[in-house]
């Protein structure tokens, strides 16, 4: 059975960091996209970070070259750094894997239980 559990959320101050973590079990890990994806009150589920199993990146405009993806396979881990955070960052914090190597939002059938991160001053 699948299990992804994220951690690291909290409360910060606009303009700063958090980095978010996601221990996987029950998957190759190895081999699986991962990716990070946020819902904010009201809205629907948005990706923001892909991860393909030999670190290949992608991000949303949204939070390109503020946020940052990465995994340790060794520890079945992927990872996502935020920094300069805004208050539209407000949101729960998902983490997904696919079946396999794909990226397609369509094969993210795995998911965490969501870590909320709220940017306020």
Sequence with gaps: Q?????????LVQP???????????GIRFSINA???YRQAPGQQR?????????GGTNYADSV?????????NAKNTVYLQMN??????????????STGWSTSPIDFTSWGQ???VTVSS
Excluded: H
């Design 2 to 10: 699948v299990q992804l559990v994220e951690s690291g959320g909290g």
């Design 15 to 25: 303009g700063g960091s958090l980095r978010l973590s996601c221990a996987a079990s």
């Design 34 to 36: 991962m990716g990070w």
């Design 46 to 54: 948005e990706v923001i970070a892909l991860i393909t199993p030999n």
């Design 64 to 72: 390109k070259g503020r946020f940052s993806i990465s995994r340790d």
């Design 84 to 97: 300069s955070l805004k208050p539209e960052d407000t949101a729960v914090y998902y983490c997904a894997g």
């Design 114 to 116: 969501g870590t909320q």
